[in-house]
């Protein structure tokens, strides 16, 4: 490698369209992720916390259906914004 001197091509032979598509999914499932985990954090708070174990069980299958409907559709970390937020408040309200 050391002797080889020849300048790189600009695209390094990629396709860039497929990397770019690969890395927009990868985004949108992180941000996903991150909206649900901590949907499951603010589920943790209510049931080990204040005691609302049947809140926290809704609350878990709406996360879970939020976030495959986020994934399917396109809506991403959007999806489950709606449940992080309503959890939120019933973690503030009971």
Known sequence: ???DHTL???DGGMDMPAHEATYAAFV???ETCVVALLSIVLELV???LKGQGAVALI???LTIGAAAFGGMSGLSWRAGLP???LLGLAC???
């Open 46 to 48: 209510l049931w080990g």
């Open 28 to 30: 949108g499932l992180t």
């Open 8 to 10: 790189a091509a600009v």
């Open 1 to 3: 490698m050391a002797d």
């Open 59 to 61: 609350g878990f299958v």
């Open 83 to 85: 449940v992080f937020l």
């Open 92 to 94: 503030i309200v009971l």
